[in-house]
């Protein structure tokens, strides 16, 4: 079936029952950022593989609204397949409300599947279209019905994870929660996204790719708790672990019955991480208090335990990161080098650290002018051979059972120009300027992003996404709630806290420029103007500093560098072997 | 009456109503930051002056919600009056609402007076209490009842300023507002912000202190406008120049008719600049539109002659400095000289100036720990005597036909110490990056806002209030919607924009410091990053040097400041005399 096949049987669906628009968001029942392949709706409608996008189709139109991120690949991949590229202006708003309200007529309708739409999105649907006479139908899974092999359910194994690595036990979460539900007189709360549960219940799995989650839901009350779960993915011994903690498990499908059943009280739900679909399931004379999962707030703020692992966990990175280094040093301009085979030879390297589970994402390993498109990730048909001269941009990262890492470094594969090195040094200086950063109490991450950007500005220089997204502890990779970027988000940063900085700078067509570090916001100075609060750096890889112009620099630039490029020679040293510990020495020197 | 008595009155009168809270906010019918006389409500009942709180009276208590600016004038005000201070967390927000919503009961009342409370506010005050049981009174003056000699409303001319000064005529600007209006499908629009109404007709006075504008109303349909304002404060010219343009002048008190008559069509009001009372006076079966007032964006962005006439003004403002420094600089430790002489002084000076009107706000001359309160104003208890060391703050502003200024400059009137210098220099390094900043197309006041206190955080120092407001043409000193503060405020920064950029230190019993420029936003570069602006400083005053300590600068701030200085030797230069050059001279020496 091609995709202009496949959009003729939507719009034939559409028509049997009179529907005048059909919305096909890029989400699972958890609103999930990355997806089950169950759930990879838009890949199979339209052939778009990026993360973020929606497909709307009406009688005569259909298009895909996506962000900057994925401009260029959308609009080759969406080549011959009857969808149009709606470019979004703002990441992550739906605009393409605003654009049906203006297509739509009175008494007609809209149609999509409640599972992968939010509360908050299907309601803000709701009241945009309903002045003006359109209704909604939000039960609609029409892809179901031409998707002949569509994919089931992963049923991978999860599993409990230690105290000594996470750092406190269930019981005491479950405690924690139930008591900021009560300070809201909560009786129940339902969790549907996947990374809360994982940090509520000490689990892990693999049923996402890139994110060590499972497939679940969780309903708690005040002495009980059930995981709604494929039993057979959870061990006798775990089941009997989670008892222990009136934690039962249940089927996955048994959450409709369970929100159905509850008959009185106040239930929380987060509208923006729960799917309209259960959310209609809750019986109308329920209470329902929204509010952000107090787990995602709880799960920000790293324990001292997590922080400590983590710390470890970036010098196995760091070490795999350094051989990595060293390889493509050693064997640029020797032998041909792809994009492709990088990427596994760097997997490689990170498989062979203790603990190590998979990628965190995608690795982007992007030569070139791949390096300006920010989520570029290789293809077999674009994938670059490597030569000894421009720039080389990876961005990659790993699950480990002891953290989350993510890092991004570029390195001159020989004959850099002074375009490049200035760019690379303005993007350094952002860089440093944002990981040294002290900042009062009550900071939100647009001053941080602020701070970041001014030495991009001040050269006439930008980049079009965020400066830094939150990073989970062995979970997402992206993970709220704060978040460094220019939007008005009052998510204040706290210590405990990890979180990116990756400024950058895009040259469409020649090359692209990103230097990231993961930084835990800590204590500091406290005084007559109030608490100050500051970032260490966790990530440890050496930056390249061939490509840098030392004038562009100021001198607490210059020693900022030099004292990372020192601490990480002592930190991994005991790590590596001679050779290797020979050659970071030699990238480390101070310049 | 003592303020005792006063509030036992207010008392009985809610006891002979059964009213539980009475709430006093520091407001007008215009919702006004500065208020006519007959409007001091705050300080006739408790005899509070600072120019921002909210009284609150129950039973039992008596609260004032004031901000950090005034907790110790509002202590000292407060000792035996029955009002406790309550002090905000944050200002500007409603703080005490909560407070009442945790001590009403079921079936109580909360009376206000409708003139003084915005739209917004009252309606915020009726959500949080409704779900309690409360019933809103949105009609009771009780102050009026015991206030015996309450001023009448002031009755100062008005007169329109010509094209010329302001670039634009009523035809045009009543053309532009209509457009907006129909944008969003408006027939009415009723203005009650004074300074809007100034705006859009060309028209100004002086009936309220500071602010140059006239007390009135103004409803506008796309063929007619009606200004409701004392007739006698118009002059027959004035009135017939207004006729021309289709614009009527109506008795102040007549807008309640006008509103009530309106019986059909839509009408857009800003429910933050529109006082409850006239709201409810909007016949139910008329469709109201909410917005922020057209006018106040199309006044935000300064036209080209606005902008020259404000550069001359400056200029003006900047002789009147340079000539009050020579004469502080000459007489200190000389003669005696006391802070209200001093800020006398000033205002001769200014008013020598061509085309000047008056201050545009109560001048803050501060010697040495008076520095420390950044609202300072000098009463007859408290005016220092400056003697020939520590620093002199000096926050003024003028208003002139050509343009509004507000400039704070602090000097050192001999042996400053390293604390006083460390501190000046990281804030004119502050303020330096404030105005140098080059930021794309879309930033919003919060990211200039962290720029500019970068180098106070970096040295682990703050200040509690924001960084800048925007000013007024001719008009407040205080002029929204854009502001550099480091709340989540959306407004986009735009050419043409006057802002103010004032960081400070504070150092409570000892010493405060400011620098302060107003600063015009202007296009810079475009490319391939998108389109860039930056800032054009307006004010011209040189910054004392003698205070600095030239090794916290970085090179670009020297340049910055040394480039800063000789500009204002060179514009300034011919409008001064021989010695008064010599001396402006010698202070702007490079350093």
């Known amino acids: 079936m091609t995709y202009q096949e496949k959009l003729q049987s939507i719009r034939r669906l559409m028509k049997s029952e009179n529907v005048s628009a059909y919305i096909i968001p890029s989400s699972d029942p958890h609103i999930s950022e990355y997806l089950p392949d169950r759930f990879k709706c838009i890949e199979f409608a339209s052939g778009f593989t ?45 605009e393409y409300v605003e654009w049906l309200s203006g297509k739509l007529l009175k008494d007609s ?22 002045p003006a006479g359109v209704k909604i139908l939000p039960d609609r899974d029409y892809l179901n019905e031409i998707w002949k092999d569509r994919p089931i359910l992963p049923s991978n194994p999860a599993y409990l994870i230690d105290e000594s690595v996470t750092g406190e036990g269930i019981k005491q979460k479950l405690e924690k929660l139930r008591q900021l539900l009560r300070d809201v007189h909560a009786d129940y709360h339902l969790i549907s996204s996947l990374d809360d549960i994982a940090w509520l219940f000490n689990i892990r799995g693999s049923d996402v790719k890139c994110n060590p989650v499972v497939l679940a839901f969780a309903l708690i009350s005040h002495d009980h708790a059930t995981i709604f779960i494929d039993p057979a993915k959870v061990s006798n011994e775990n089941k009997g672990e989670l008892l222990n903690h009136n934690v039962m498990i249940k089927e996955y499908h048994e959450i409709d019955a369970a929100i159905s059943t509850v008959k009185n009280g106040t239930i929380f739900i987060d509208p923006k991480r729960t799917c309209f679909r259960l959310f209609k399931l809750i019986n109308p004379v329920i209470n329902v208090v929204q509010g952000v999962n107090p787990t995602t707030n709880l799960k920000a703020i790293k324990n001292p335990v997590e922080i400590e692992n983590t710390r470890k966990t970036m010098i196995k990175d760091g070490v795999a990161l350094t051989r990595f280094f060293k390889w493509l040093d050693e064997n640029n301009g ?32 992007a030569y070139s002018d791949h390096g300006a498109l920010p989520h570029y990730k290789a293809s077999l048909s674009s994938n670059a051979k490597l030569n000894p001269n421009g720039l080389f941009l990876l961005d990659s990262g790993g699950q480990y059972i002891g953290g989350t890492t993510d890092i991004t470094r570029v390195v001159s594969l020989g004959n850099a120009t002074m375009d490049e090195k200035t760019d690379y040094t303005l993007v350094l200086k952002g860089m440093i300027d944002g990981v040294t950063a002290r900042y009062p109490k009550g900071t939100r991450g647009y001053q941080i992003d602020a701070i970041t950007r001014k030495p991009l500005w001040d050269n006439s220089r930008n980049y079009g996404h965020g400066t830094g ?5 062995f979970l997402n990779v992206h993970e709220g709630p704060q978040v460094f970027n220019s939007a008005n988000i009052t ?34 100075e406290s005084n007559e103007f109030g608490e100050f609060y500051a970032f260490e750096t966790l990530t440890l890889a050496y930056i390249d500093t061939s490509l840098i112009i030392r004038s562009l620099l100021d001198q607490k630039q210059v020693d900022w560098l030099n004292n990372y490029n020192q601490l990480v020679v002592e930190r991994l040293g005991k790590h590596l072997d001679n050779e290797e510990l020979k050659w970071l020495i030699k990238k480390a020197q101070p310049i």
Not at 469 to 473: E, L, N, Q, T
Request: hydrophobic share 40%; no cysteine; aromatic share 8%.
């Open 50 to 94: 990026g993360s973020a996008g929606t497909l709307v189709i009406t009688e005569v139109e259909a298009g895909l609204w996506t962000d900057g991120r994925y401009f260029v690949q959308a609009t080759e991949q969406l080549e011959g397949t009857g969808y149009e590229l709606m470019p979004l202006k703002a990441q992550g708003v739906p």
């Open 109 to 130: 309708s809209v149609a999509f599947d409640g599972r992968l739409v939010s509360v908050n999105l299907a309601e803000m649907i709701e009241n945009r279209l309903r």
């Open 334 to 365: 020797q032998t041909d080098l792809y994009e492709i085979s990088v990427a596994e030879k760097l997997l490689d390297f990170r498989a062979e650290q203790e603990g190590f589970v998979g990628e965190s994402f995608d690795t982007i390993a």
């Open 469 to 473: 997204h939150g990073v989970g502890f």
């Open 491 to 524: 998510v204040e940063i706290e210590p405990g806290m990890i979180t990116s900085i990756e400024p950058g700078i895009y040259r469409i067509g020649k090359y692209g420029i990103r230097i990231e570090n993961l930084v835990l916001s800590v204590k500091d």
